[in-house]
């Protein structure tokens, strides 16, 4: 029964190819009958994914492990929900489910423009059924979920245990939700070149789905920073590591569009550069789902080494950037800019440098990843670079755009004057200059932890200041309560307003992750009833006693569990416990660290080893000597609670409804009192 | 026209700071890949190479293990996985990786000695092969 998933996915692939010719013949010819087979055809395309990936589901949940995909990436011990998840685990079924994304977002962006945009719709259409078509021909070709073995295994291999873990079952469709989102502003910016209606069109009316995609993106992000946290056990979140980098890629292009589109609605710049980068964002998803899935480059979580994915998929990334270069050349007297950058002092310019350093940053990520394939290609001889080439660029960078993210929202158009800078900028400034001196006073000797909290500060104070000058003015003129003045203030300017929280969001973040300049590490043997003491750099102590060692099996696992006793400034504070796995289909070790969170830290606990774990299982050697690995972890909550802020905020942003289509009546009122024209925020287009 | 070739320079500033962070950068933190056999053949015809950060992978020797507990002292031997004949000691300090086996592949990071021993600042075990089935684990 099971089988019919792949009948599905063949079928599939013919009605993309259907509908992908029907979409462009019919949108050059003008042929209504056959735009409209085309979109019903991604409808079908979504039902027959459905059906593929429920099969793919079936073969999971019953055991079928004559299936080679099911067979090695599951077990009869395996629970139901990472039978489920089983979709997403390995490359076969995770491509499929790329495409079943895909497939759904399409059949909304068709559904969502049956009446609207009817001009674009044909080639946007076309687009989409063209990706989906070389998702189902990979995964007919050179990676079919359906392939069975020649013999019918009792058991399969079970899945990676590193992979039994919630975070990483949410962490790859959220990253997939946000690669195939990019697919659709991508679409509609192909549709605008082919149709020539190379207006800002194309951008508001996808400024929901690019916002949609920055939403799981983000988030896709920081899930697998929390996975690699908790389940590596190293204390790190965050490696460089090529799978990291290349989810990381498409996220600076993707947020430089986001900033670079509201130069092109306000002033008509920038066209060229907005088609660009929403091309890059949406070849660089295509690039991180390559490299996540062909192990071309050597990391933690490569899958596979199937060189026919990676010729079938750089053969697509070329055809993709010769096409999109090509249209861009043919359509380059359209894209002429309105206007020009007038000062240096300008929201221009620091939009523009935002610009600049997102892609700079891209490209030396880009580079640090790719370069072991260069070198090798180039010369034979394989060179790696570490995460100390990734810092050495992206921390200026990170620095400098933490304080454009103070400066970009509040200074003026065209052309700042004194007077703007000066009521914008002296509170802020003069923050960051306490916060930093504070730090030096407090005795950190730290150069850029000292100037992220400085600059940090800086860009906070700018954003309370819009939100205390909002508020305040509509309280005024509206007769209402500050809460209530403030929770229309962002209601009515939710695009503005959810970009704050957003920049708050990414401070704390950014805070967090400067938390790394004062973590502490101890590694010490111990006995049980031995302790070992460790200083927090906030000042107090903790202290560590390993009280036993005790053993446990489950289905699938025999757990070797340290229990510690802790203690801070002398005063209990609870009960850590770290694991020793043991997985019994594959005979594979893995480590559960203990973590004991505060708002400003975390006690990080890592059984590094055990010296009899035979004699505890055999109940000879109840209190082996066991090695403790403890860090002190400065402000790593800050990242998680920073992810969450920026959530808040892009969801506030990308909340569906109409914001005030008027300017607002705080700003309407006194315009000419505040001597700077500046531009209402422009209405949302319903998207 | 002038202002906006102001502009570009400014632009070209920028993009030369990044790339002088780009070039010391790679600089810094260069490291070779190399098999056993190429890090021992390379080695003997220049003794510079002992300087140099490398990464080496290679599979760890069955029986040559030693890790102590109390020290989280490790030793091992490493040799060439295709030919099998480039083999030299490895010395790591920390914990044992989850997944270390004997007879298991492993990059090790650090610097190949003088003294012909390998003191490794990390020990990888290899993923690579690891999240995906091979046919052949079945049938074993």
């Known amino acids: 029964m099971t089988q019919i998933g792949e009948v599905a996915l063949w079928v599939a692939l013919l009605l993309a190819l259907w509908g992908t010719a029907t979409a462009f013949v019919g949108g050059r010819a003008g042929r209504g009958d056959l735009v409209l087979s085309a979109e019903r055809s991604v409808y079908g395309v979504l039902g027959l994914l459905l059906v593929a990936s429920g099969a793919i589901i079936a073969a999971f949940l019953g055991n079928e492990y004559r299936y080679q995909y099911v067979a090695g990436y599951s077990n009869r011990e395996l629970s139901v929900f990472y039978k489920i998840t ?96 990019f697919t659709i502003p991508f679409a509609f910016a192909v549709s605008a070149l082919l149709s020539g209606r190379l207006d800002t069109r194309w951008i508001t009316t996808t400024r929901r789905w690019t916002l949609l995609a920055w939403f799981f993106l983000t988030n896709g992000i920081i899930f697998g920073m929390m996975w690699a946290y908790v389940e590596l ?43 660009f980068l929403i091309m890059a964002t949406f070849l660089l998803s295509i690039l991180a789902t390559f490299l996540t899935r062909s192990g071309l480059i050597e990391s933690v979580h490569s899958f596979a080494q199937n060189l026919t994915i990676a010729y079938i998929f750089l053969g697509f990334l070329t055809t993709l950037i010769v096409v999109s270069a090509g249209l861009v050349w043919w359509r380059r007297d359209r894209l ?42 180039f010369t034979g001889q394989k060179i790696a670079t570490g995460p100390p080439f990734f810092d050495r660029v992206n921390i200026p960078l990170g620095l400098l755009l933490l304080a454009l993210m103070g400066i970009g929202p509040v200074i003026a158009w065209r052309r700042a004057s004194p007077r703007n800078l000066r009521r914008n900028f002296v509170g802020p400034l003069l923050a960051g200059t306490a916060v930093g001196l504070g730090m030096l006073a407090g005795g950190v000797r730290h150069t850029y932890a000292i100037l992220t909290f400085a600059l940090g500060a800086f860009t906070l104070a700018t954003v309370a200041i819009e939100f205390w000058k909002g508020t305040r003015a509509r309280a005024r003129i509206e007769g209402e309560g500050a809460l209530v003045a403030l929770v229309h203030l962002v209601g009515r300017n939710r695009r503005r307003y959810g970009g704050y929280i957003v920049h708050v969001g990414l401070v704390v973040g950014f805070m967090g992750i400067a938390g790394k300049a004062f973590y502490v590490e101890e590694t010490l043997a111990l006995r049980p009833g031995e302790s070992m003491t460790i200083a927090s750099p906030f000042g107090h102590t903790y202290r560590l006693t390993y009280q036993d060692m005790s053993w446990y099996t489950a289905t699938n696992m025999t757990k070797l569990v340290a229990s510690v006793a802790v203690e801070k400034d002398g005063r209990r504070a609870g009960m850590l416990t770290a694991e020793k796995r043991t997985y019994r289909q594959r005979e594979e070790v893995a480590s559960e660290v203990g973590i004991r969170r505060a708002w400003n830290e975390d006690l990080y606990l890592i059984l590094a080893g055990i010296d009899d774990p035979n004699g505890v299982v055999q109940g000879t050697n109840p209190r082996p000597v066991a090695t403790f690995r403890v860090l002190v972890n400065a402000l790593v909550p800050w990242i998680w609670t920073g992810g969450f802020i920026m959530a808040v905020g892009t969801l506030i942003a990308l909340w569906p409804g109409r914001e005030e289509p008027r300017p607002s009546p705080a700003r309407a009122a006194r315009p000419a009192a505040a001597g700077r024209p500046r531009e209402r925020e422009p209405e949302l287009v319903e998207a | 026209m002038k202002r906006q070739h102001r502009f570009v320079a400014a632009a070209l500033v920028l993009v030369g700071i990044v790339g002088y962070l780009f070039i010391t950068g790679m600089k810094d933190s260069m490291i070779y890949y190399y098999t056993p056999d190429e890090l021992l053949a390379k080695t003997a015809a220049d003794a510079s190479v002992h300087d140099v950060g490398v990464k080496v992978g290679g599979r760890v020797v069955p029986g040559t293990v030693k890790f102590d507990q109390r020290t989280l002292d ?40 003088q003294a012909g021993a390998f003191e490794a600042t990390t020990v990888l075990t290899k993923c690579g092969s690891r999240y995906e089935a091979v046919e052949e684990d079945y049938r074993a």
Request: proline share 5%; aromatic share 16%.
């Open chain 1, 86 to 181: 089983g979709l997403w685990a390995g490359q076969t079924g995770s491509l499929v489910f790329w495409a079943l994304l895909l497939a759904l977002f399409s059949a909304l962006a068709v559904f969502q423009n049956r009446e609207r945009n009817r001009e674009f719709m044909p080639y946007v259409t076309g687009t989409l059924l063209v990706i989906l078509a070389f998702f189902l021909v990979v995964v007919l070709s050179a990676s079919n979920p359906f392939k069975m073995l020649e013999f019918t295994p009792a058991d399969g291999r079970g899945l990676n245990p590193q992979l039994q873990n919630y975070w990483m079952t949410i962490h790859p469709p959220t990253l997939y939700l946000g690669f195939t989102a």
């Open chain 1, 336 to 377: 002429s800019s309105d206007a020009q950058v007038e000062s240096f002092l300008s929201r221009e310019a620091a939009f523009l440098t935002n610009n600049l350093v997102f892609v700079a940053a891209m490209f030396a990520v880009l580079w640090g990843t790719l370069f072991p394939l260069i070198s090798e290609g």
């Open chain 1, 233 to 275: 056990g190293w204390g790190g979140w965050w490696f460089w590591d090529p799978v990291e980098n290349a989810s990381l890629l498409p996220w600076l292009t993707g947020t430089a569009f986001l900033h670079s589109v509201m130069i092109q609605e306000k002033r008509g710049m920038l066209k060229v550069w907005n088609v």
């Open chain 2, 74 to 113: 490790l030793r091992f031997d490493v040799v060439d996985i295709a030919s099998g004949r480039g083999r030299f000691p490895v010395h790591y300090q920390g914990p044992l990786p989850d997944t270390f086996e004997e007879g298991r592949d492993v990059v090790v990071e650090g610097r190949y000695t």
